[in-house]
């Protein structure tokens, strides 16, 4: 089942800008490789969950998967042949806006060839382009 908030204070959000790099949560910390965007977007709850399940079968409950993304924002949606005017239509769907570098899944307690084929498959559910990152070391 796709991911929402269970409580927000405004219902509605207003579309926005997403603008710049991320410089938070753009470094594998939790498990050892990361699913790392390239690009400017937002990801529905549904993709998310896509992702998930391709990964959890693919592994086939090996290894620890860890979600970095949350959809906070809700995206409203007017119905089909509906008038001009009369406000802003009900919230559709949730979305996370994502950055170039941001984290969206990391994986740990897994080979490397594993973790990589299943990150591949993770990011062909995603609709922004991504790149594997690994963890680096502090020396």
């Known amino acids: 089942m796709p991911q929402i908030p269970r409580r927000v204070k405004y219902r509605k959000f207003h579309t926005g800008h997403i603008r710049g790099k991320a410089f938070r949560g753009n470094r594998v910390s939790a498990g050892e490789f990361g699913l790392q965007s390239l690009?400017?977007?937002r990801i529905?709850?549904?993709q998310i969950e896509a992702a998930r399940v391709a990964i959890g079968h693919f592994l086939q409950g090996e290894g620890n998967l860890i979600i970095r993304i949350f959809p906070h924002k809700s995206v409203s949606q007017k119905?089909?042949?509906?008038?001009m005017g009369t406000g802003k239509g009900e919230p559709a769907h949730w979305v996370a806006a994502v950055k170039p570098g941001t984290i969206l899944f990391e994986l740990g307690g897994v080979p490397e060839e594993?973790?990589?084929?299943?990150?591949?498959?993770?990011a062909?559910?995603?609709?922004?382009?991504?790149?594997?990152?690994?963890r680096r070391i502090k020396v």
């Not at 062909?124 to 690994?134: D, E, I």
């Open 39 to 41: 690009e400017i977007g």
């Open 44 to 46: 529905t709850a549904e």
């Open 124 to 134: 062909h559910k995603m609709p922004v382009k991504t790149k594997l990152a690994v």
């Open 79 to 83: 119905p089909a042949e509906t008038r």
């Open 114 to 122: 594993l973790a990589k084929d299943a990150l591949i498959r993770a």
